[in-house]
DNA sequence: CGGTATCCGTTCCGATACTG
DNA sequence: CAGTATCGGAACGGATACCG
């Protein structure tokens, strides 16, 4: 006799698999650039240090709460260094780190990819969603 | 007299700005990419052909509805190719394409740079969270 | 200036049940 | 075997208002 119903026994296999994708680097660092605004904030910070409002205003339409969080995860992985000047107002500017400076290199190579196949990735979508579009 | 108060002047840049995010190609890619099992199925192809309940049993708790979802969303994109063998019962294998296999080498790339700055990242965070602890 | 706190709609995804 | 259909909880993120 089983110790385990079915439906404990699958629920236990996708806790395993959860915790194997949270310890997995890669899949870690999926989630962390995939972010909707990483790549922008990495892009904007890279050419050179940025003031919080020059984000703010580079990147039109993200809200301060989404900016903050975006920085905070970016500061946490060691990609972003924050340095406050405690002037009045304070200023607050935003760095790349080295490690960021790396992983803006590895953005780049998915920009390459992304613009070198686009047309190809297009063109599929088009084929696929005339084929399908007969069946309603 | 302007035409429009701050709040309409806000949300017309926000929706700019979600329209140059959904065409931009770097972001679709890592919208792509970055979901929660496409990695994982794109490795399970890799070595070569699959058939659904392969996959399925390979990437342990993955459920028949998302492993389906991703299925199509890398087969429209010409990612995937889906074979169907009518014999009973039918059989449906499936393959990266050219394209799918370029698109593994892209994440060959992103996995190697996780793996060689993941103790940099993880040193990074247990400062960060050390740093942070006192402040509750 | 540089944030934080809260509310709230939307979207995602796992569980479950059923089909050709 | 290879899916599809439906539901409900959780999490994401935008708007808004407020603080040091």
């Known amino acids: 006799m089983p110790t385990m119903t079915a439906a404990q026994r ?3 296999a996708r806790r395993a698999y959860d915790a194997f994708l949270r310890s997995c ?5 999926l989630d962390r650039i995939s972010d909707k605004w ?3 904030v990495v892009s904007a910070l890279a050419p050179g240090p940025q003031r919080y409002s020059d984000l703010a205003r580079r990147i039109a339409g993200v809200s301060p709460k ?5 920085l905070r995860a970016l500061e946490r992985d060691g990609l972003v260094s924050r340095t406050v000047t405690p002037s009045v107002p ?3 500017d935003y760095a790349l780190t080295p490690l960021g400076a790396s992983l803006s290199g590895l953005l ?15 063109a599929a979508r088009q084929r696929y969603d005339a084929a399908h579009a007969r069946e309603s």
Do not use: C, I, N
């Open 25 to 29: 680097p890669t899949h870690q660092l």
């Open 90 to 92: 304070v200023r607050v």
């Open 10 to 12: 699958r629920e236990q």
């Open 108 to 122: 780049s190579a998915v920009k390459d990819w992304a613009e070198t196949h686009f047309d190809e990735v297009h």
């Open 66 to 70: 989404m900016l903050t969080q975006t």
């Open 38 to 40: 990483v790549g922008l």
